[in-house]
Structures are given as structure tokens and as C-alpha cells.
């Protein structure tokens, strides 16, 4: 399980806000989501993004393409891989163990 960090960034919009492209992901998204390929969480700044990688790669050029068919002549997208094969990790629990740090006070032991 991978788990990427993408950011879409429409270019050439009528103003500064990106937000109706960043919803029209979401509803995207949503749609990989209901069909068990990914499971994602928008956050201020990117969304992140988990599943087989084969599918992560299928879901970015999907959101890619998003702003373009809606007239704009330029995307700029960045991505971010996190790939462990040694375990299976899902986003969540690797924020549980952060946490299990913090609720012992920042020890490693």
C-alpha cells in the first residue's frame, strides 16, 4: 500500500481561488473511494492519497485532467511517493504511532 501526496494546481484561473477545482476532485476522488480503490484525506494544503500504487498512478491522471476539461490551457501537478514494502501501513496508523509517542511523553522506549 502507497500512500501520495498531490497537489493539483490549475493555472490561468479567472481569479486566485482554485476551490470549485479542488471540490470537482473531491467528487472524483469519491468515486475511486466507492469503488474501493483509494482511501484519501484533503488537508489545507494537498491531498493525500492510499492504495496500490498501479491505482494511485490511474486516480492522479484522472485529477489531472479535471481542470483542463473545464477550458484551461495549464496544470502544473507536484506528487509525493511514500512506498513501504517491508509492511503494510495505512495513513492512520502511522499517525497512531506518532501519537503513542507523544502519549509517552516524546521517549523512544
Known amino acids: 500500500m502507497a500512500i501520495v501526496d498531490v497537489v493539483?494546481?490549475?493555472?490561468?484561473?479567472?481569479?486566485?481561488?482554485?476551490s470549485k477545482?479542488?471540490?470537482e476532485i473531491q467528487t472524483k476522488l469519491n468515486?475511486?473511494?466507492s469503488q474501493g480503490k483509494i482511501d484519501y484525506q484533503l488537508t489545507p494544503m494537498n491531498t493525500l492519497i492510499?492504495?496500490?500504487?498501479?491505482?494511485?498512478?490511474?486516480v492522479i491522471q484522472e485529477i489531472h485532467?479535471?481542470?483542463f476539461n473545464k477550458g484551461l490551457d495549464r496544470v502544473c501537478t507536484n506528487i509525493r511517493i511514500d512506498d513501504?514494502?517491508?509492511?503494510s501501513r495505512k495513513m492512520n496508523e502511522k499517525l497512531?504511532?506518532?501519537q503513542k509517542h507523544l502519549d509517552n511523553g516524546g521517549n523512544n522506549s
Do not use: N, Q
Request: proline share 8%.
Open 8 to 18: 493539483v494546481i490549475p493555472v490561468g484561473t479567472e481569479g486566485p481561488s482554485v
Open 21 to 23: 477545482y479542488i471540490a
Open 31 to 33: 468515486e475511486f473511494k
Open 50 to 58: 492510499e492504495g496500490d500504487l498501479k491505482d494511485l498512478f490511474e
Open 65 to 67: 485532467e479535471l481542470p
Open 84 to 87: 513501504r514494502r517491508d509492511k
Open 96 to 98: 497512531d504511532s506518532v
